[in-house]
């Protein structure tokens, strides 16, 4: 199964207390990270001549492709993290958006598109076809002197694509969605929504031991994709929320598999019900 991921690469500057670390980073490298696996998988990125070399070489040894386009500058973060959930984000630097013309049309069997600081710019989710899948969050955030803040959007382009992610608060930004065939709607380590072609659904992450939950949103989003492009929906979903909590427990791709599919067994799933529906009961 091919795959092709397009988003910003990240530098990404990690402070835990008196400790700092620097690695890579960006939705599009979790995406990636996490169908390896899986998928011949391409990432589609803007980064500097600077980027690391080491970092680019340890995707490739994973089998990841990586397509560089130029860009004077990285997109670099700093996530300075206050518990294991919370963290407060800055943007330190910005590498240049795509242009249309740049993401042409390639035969894939998913793609992603990932952004994290407005480098996809709406044409492109209107000219792609296929199965397409996209976080929300970089469409929706917002840059003011190194803060990074929220900004509400038209959402009416989510009707193009197959899947769509947003956080809670990303998704209280979305004016006027169109919601993609499967909306998913996560709330951290607490109960999300999925919209499944009008139809909500209460899930339930797995509970495990997690040291860190970078990445989160971006491995589910990519997990979700790659199984409901063969499963149906409530299959692909359990499997996607306990595929991502064994990512987040073990910081690796490789990992159980045949346990994170049992697993998913135990993924607590259920139905919203209208006015309607429960006053009919």
């Known amino acids: 199964m091919k795959c092709i991921i397009i ?82 984000l800055k943007l330190l630097a910005k590498a240049e958006p795509f242009k249309p013309e740049e993401i042409t049309h390639k035969k894939a069997d998913i793609i992603i598109l990932n952004p994290v600081a407005n480098e996809i710019p709406i044409e492109v989710v209107k000219t792609l076809k296929g199965f397409i899948s996209l976080d929300v969050q970089g469409f929706v955030r917002d840059f003011k002197d190194e803060k990074v803040e929220f900004k509400k959007i038209n959402a009416s382009f989510l009707e193009r694509v197959k899947v769509a992610h947003a956080d809670v608060n990303e998704f209280k930004m979305l004016i006027d969605p169109k919601l993609p065939e499967v909306m998913l709607i996560s709330n951290g380590a607490d109960r999300g929504e999925a919209i499944y072609k009008g139809i909500r659904y209460h899930f339930e992450p797995l509970k495990m031991p997690v040291v860190e939950t970078t990445g989160a949103g971006d491995s589910f989003l990519a997990y979700f994709s790659y199984f409901y492009k063969q499963f149906p929906f409530m299959q692909a979903l359990k499997k996607a929320i306990s595929f991502t909590a064994f990512f987040l427990k073990h910081r690796t791709p490789f990992f159980d598999f045949d346990e994170a599919t049992e697993n998913s067994k135990n993924v607590e799933v259920e139905k919203i019900m209208t006015d309607e529906e429960t006053s009919a009961r």
Do not use: Q
């Open 7 to 88: 988003g910003h690469l990240t530098h990404d500057i990690i402070i835990r207390g008196n400790i700092k670390i620097d690695r890579i980073g960006g939705g599009a490298y979790y995406s990636a990270l996490v169908l390896s696996p899986f998928c011949d998988v391409e990432v589609i990125t803007k980064v500097s001549k600077s980027f690391s070399r080491e970092w680019l070489g340890g995707l490739e040894e994973k089998g990841i492709k990586v397509t560089v386009l130029p860009s004077k500058e990285t997109t670099t973060y700093e996530l300075r993290y206050l518990d294991g959930n919370t963290r407060i």
